[in-house]
């Protein structure tokens, strides 16, 4: 219907006409000054609107082009729909809190009077174990920095000058130990300075300690006083502050603990249901396969905590694990294979799940809600290490093998058509009929209408009267229920000319296929194979009538 906007029928039968009447003339028996000047001529024409040949890849690409189609190596073919649901990285999931250490003080344990006979300089020399607190029971061996800032603030009551000399053989850059001065220049006893120390791309080291799941920093403190002549109470001091903050990670080994490394809830559409109607379809052999890509030096567990489909807000089903399944260990690296990413495959099917069910829902639209833990077993188990560019994916894998069975399932669509310029030479068509030509090649029977639409998508008419839709059955199968043959069905739609003036407001074409397998009745699914074809061919067939007169 769509080509007669396109081809003008006046032109064809205007040139037919003329040839007709010109070879007519070439008979001497003719009188010609009889002949009168106005003829009419009844004619019929059949002409060729559309042919081709669908593969069953053609017919599917036309209702989803969100997945793509390939075969196996017999030629099976199968459906593959997939999605990225969600990725993170470590420093997207991983915190290394502020550390706000406790006070530390060098007390004097006892007086000196003024001008006491002691050296020009005394020297105190502390070490403070400093506890890193963590929020989830990580016991790290060591953290490689980013950035990071070390902030001293030190209050002196001494009534000398003097430094504080700050090292650790537990923070290194290079190979070499950290090391800070900070100069006492203020003996009046009221001394206090705030001063902050970078840390970018040292490493922290922590102490081997049999305390359980406890992380210590050792600092080493020097105290350096002048005699300025003044004395030394009982209780004199220097108060140290510390506190290390703004700390970004490069890499972390050792007992990273329990962390959520994904905690996702989101929905994402499936669109190769959309254009099929109620109806039953049950897939032989569907998979669902979560694809894990992680390279975080941690094992985990993921659990899908739901996973449901959706026809609409009211209408859904859920997606029903075994636990063996659910959950799941996923892997990783080991250390010897730091910056590796290690893949792996959860993979839903029949035998472990509700699958074929949640399918034979046809949903649209699904929603889900997953986490995973790292470390479940506790400490103990594989050595930890975490880098900055560690990351987690999870891609979504819908496999859809074309073997199945299924019973009143409709493609839907609808398309432009139109047919406003039909009936320009009214005058001239008596009756127009539609000749369908189809060779089915498929396993499954099809029954299809084509409704024409108004610019507002209001029904006009349909192509074939209700309960008279052509069923163009399955092709011949054999005992393997492949096709062998396909079979041939014609089908002609009339048009009067009263019929087709009701044609011109039509602008669009909404056309459903129904799809029934023949053995579905022997509860027998079916496979489709990539050199299954529908052939068809569209003809249109004109009778006029034409008035020389108007040539």
């Not at 669109?271 to 099929?276: I, V």
């Not at 997606?319 to 260990?329: F, M, T």
């Not at 839903?348 to 829902?361: E, G, H, K």
């Amino acid at each position: 219907m769509r080509h007669l906007k396109k081809h003008s029928e006046k032109n064809i039968f205007i040139a037919l006409a003329f040839i007709f009447t010109f070879s007519q003339c070439m008979h001497d028996e003719y009188e010609f000054d009889k002949l009168s000047d106005e003829m009419e001529i009844n004619m019929s024409l059949l002409t060729p609107l559309a042919y081709g040949s669908l593969s069953l890849d053609d017919i599917i690409s036309e209702f989803d082009s969100t997945s793509y189609i390939d075969a196996d190596e017999e030629g099976l073919l199968f459906i593959t729909y997939e999605d990225s649901l969600f990725s993170f990285l470590a420093d997207e999931l991983i915190d290394i809190p502020d550390q706000n250490f406790p006070e530390y003080f060098i007390e004097s344990d006892e007086d000196f009077p003024p001008y006491a006979s002691w050296d020009d300089t005394v020297v105190v020399e502390r070490t403070e174990y400093y506890k890193f607190n963590f929020s989830n029971n990580e016991d790290p061996d060591s953290i490689y920095i980013n950035t990071a800032d070390l902030n001293l603030q030190i209050n002196s009551t001494f009534q000398h000058t003097g430094m504080l000399i700050i090292t650790s053989d537990y923070i290194r850059k290079n190979n070499q130990s950290y090391h800070d001065t900070i100069l006492i220049n203020d003996g009046s006893g009221t001394f206090t300075t705030n001063q902050t120390f970078s840390l970018n791309d040292y490493v922290i080291e922590f102490m081997d300690t049999t305390v359980t799941d406890t992380t210590f920093l050792p600092m080493d403190f020097t105290l350096e006083l002048y005699n300025s002549g003044a004395g030394v109470n009982s209780g004199d001091q220097v108060e140290i502050i510390l506190t290390l903050t703004n700390i970004d990670f490069n890499a972390i080994f050792g007992y990273v603990g329990n962390y959520e490394l994904m905690s996702e809830a989101g929905d994402l559409e499936l669109n190769f249901f959309e254009s099929l109607s109620d109806g039953y379809i049950e897939f032989e052999d569907p998979q669902i396969n979560f694809n894990i890509h992680n390279s975080f030096g941690v094992p985990a567990e993921i659990n899908i905590e739901r996973f449901s489909g959706f026809k609409n807000e009211n209408d859904s089903i859920t997606l029903n694990l075994e636990p063996e399944i659910n959950p799941s260990y996923y892997a990783f690296p080991r250390l010897d294979e730091y910056g590796e990413t290690q893949d792996t495959t959860i993979s839903i099917n029949r035998d472990n799940s509700n699958i074929s069910a949640f399918l034979a829902f046809l949903p649209t639209y699904l929603q889900y809600n997953m986490n995973a833990t790292s470390n479940p077993d506790g400490p103990g188990g594989a050595y930890n290490f975490v880098t900055k560019e560690s990351k987690i994916e999870v891609d979504l894998e819908f496999i859809l093998p074309l073997w199945f069975k299924a019973n009143n399932i409709a493609l839907e669509d609808t398309i432009e058509m139109d047919l406003s310029d039909i009936n320009e030479d009214a005058e001239m068509i008596e009756k127009i009929n539609l000749v369908l030509q189809v060779f089915n090649g498929l396993p499954v029977d099809i029954d299809f209408q084509l409704y024409f639409l108004d610019e507002s998508y209001h029904p006009v008419d349909t192509l074939f009267d209700p309960g008279t839709q052509p069923v163009i059955v399955a092709g011949q199968l054999d005992s393997d229920y492949k096709v062998t043959y396909p079979t041939r069905k014609i089908s002609v739609v009339e048009y009067l000319k009263q019929d087709i003036e009701k044609l011109e407001v039509v602008r669009f074409a909404y056309i459903k296929a129904g799809l029934k397998t023949s053995a579905f009745d022997n509860d027998i699914s079916v496979k489709f194979y990539d050199y299954y074809t529908v052939d068809f061919n569209l003809s249109i067939d004109v009778d006029a009538l034409i008035n020389t007169n108007d040539l």
